[in-house]
């Protein structure tokens, strides 16, 4: 069996991995700001920025609605109800500490390069097997399979949901300082 030849950059399947790297290079730029920026608005905008991505990436995997989905819950209401608690919050004075911590420095920064290395060879000498069926992605097959097959999760998360709603009227009823 001859080895076949990377796609050429301008065909169907190179321009398909193009889309795939844009969507990679979105979402970590969108992460790498919400975790570096210092400021709280500048840390949400990341958020949109790496849900925009992530939705790319389901749009990619043939899932529109899941896209969809992830646009309006995530990079609306998520990402709106962050802004209101953000401005809804009293200003607090802000206090510069350095890292006090062994793993926020440069030793947190190699282990995180290993785990991207290890992560990288293991996806490069991995033999991907294309899938010969895609799903549809339709709603009714969705909600075919939240009621059958995966039923036990989705009332998991129902729970995860409910016990942090919880959680943020209890925070909330104690007030301000």
């Known amino acids: 069996m001859t080895p076949v030849p990377p796609p050429a950059l301008f065909s169907a399947d190179g321009m398909v991995g193009l889309i795939f790297l844009v969507m990679i290079g979105v979402t970590l730029f ?16 990341g958020i949109v920025i790496c ?33 209101f608690a953000i401005m809804l919050a009293a200003p607090e004075e802000k206090i510069k500490s350095s890292p006090s911590n062994m793993l926020s420095g440069p030793f947190g920064f190699m282990i995180a390069a290993l785990i991207f290395g290890g992560m990288t060879a293991l ?7 294309v899938n010969a069926k895609t799903a549809s992605g339709s709603v009714r097959e969705i909600g075919i399979h939240l009621l059958t097959t995966y039923s036990m999760i989705f009332e998991l998360i129902s729970i ?12 909330a009823r104690g007030g301000r300082n």
């Open 160 to 171: 995860v949901l409910l016990i942090a709603i919880i959680g943020s009227i209890v925070i």
């Open 30 to 45: 969108g992460g790498f700001i919400a975790a570096t920026a210092e400021r709280l608005v500048r840390a949400l905008s």
């Open 51 to 83: 849900f925009t991505g992530v939705a790319g990436f389901y749009y990619f995997l043939n899932s529109p609605f899941m896209a969809m989905m992830q646009i309006l819950i995530y990079v609306g209401a998520i990402c709106v109800t962050i802004s």
């Open 123 to 129: 996806a490069l000498t991995t033999e991907w097997q």
